[in-house]
């Protein structure tokens, strides 16, 4: 599986949006990209995942540059609760399994 | 989201006595379970890969007679820590991926359970 490169740290007004940058330049065609995010003492969460279109859910929304080659997730609408480890992660489908890198810990104030 | 519960959550032992941790997929059949494991400032590192029925596989480094793992049924999948040590004290954190009642590739994570062996 490919591998990504994220910032260790982002901060983030309460409100604001908040938009975490991933670069996975090697990325080959049939992976996909998942982002998960770890609350401190919490399993990680899962949050959005994309192949190549755009993507929003509840939660998030993920822009895939066309390339491929980076992506950026967004919160819209950043709170507290929103503070977390956030990991940009580059998956087979099929049988592979998530390698969890160091991921950029997301602090939001208020 | 998809639920997978842990239990316990928290468990303190003796060193050398054996601890067994479940993991269980709530509202969806996981065909393949994962047990991972997370020390202090570090990140997730992959123990073991399970499919239902099927032995484990283990990563490199990792003993499989030391981390029991049994994924006898497609909703449960338990970890025992056999002889714990105080080395073993760490954040198990189980994850299961399903085929039946949700998307097959998303992996989803437990809440974890803190071990820590005196």
């Known amino acids: 599986d490919a591998k990504t490169t994220q910032p260790p740290s982002m901060d983030c007004a309460e409100g604001r949006a908040a938009n975490l940058p991933c670069n996975h330049s090697t990325i080959s065609g049939n992976e996909y990209v998942y982002w998960y995010r770890q609350i401190h003492s919490q399993g990680p969460q899962y949050i959005i995942h994309?192949?190549?279109n755009n993507e929003t859910n509840e939660m998030a929304s993920l822009i895939i540059t066309e390339d491929r080659k980076s992506s950026t997730l967004i919160l819209p609408h950043a709170t507290l609760r929103d503070t977390a480890v956030y990991y940009c992660i580059v998956r087979n489908s099929g049988y592979s399994t998530l390698t969890f890198g160091k991921g950029t810990m997301l602090l939001v104030s208020p | 989201g998809a639920v997978v519960s842990q239990h316990p959550s928290r468990v303190i032992c003796k060193s050398g006595t054996s601890v067994k941790i479940e993991c269980r997929s709530l509202d969806f059949q996981a065909t393949t379970m994962f047990w991972y494991r997370q020390f202090p400032k570090q990140s997730l590192m992959l123990m073991a890969t399970s499919n239902e029925g099927s032995k484990a596989t283990y990563e490199q480094g990792v003993e499989k007679d030391k981390f029991l793992i049994n994924h006898a049924s497609l909703t449960l999948s338990t970890l025992t820590v056999t002889s714990a040590h105080p080395e073993d004290s760490s954040f198990y954190i189980c994850?299961?991926?399903?085929?039946?009642?949700?998307?097959?590739?998303?992996?989803?994570f437990g809440p974890g359970t803190r071990l820590t062996v005196l």
């Open positions: 994850s299961a991926r399903g085929g039946i009642g949700r998307d097959t590739d998303t992996q989803y």
């Open positions: 994309g192949l190549k």
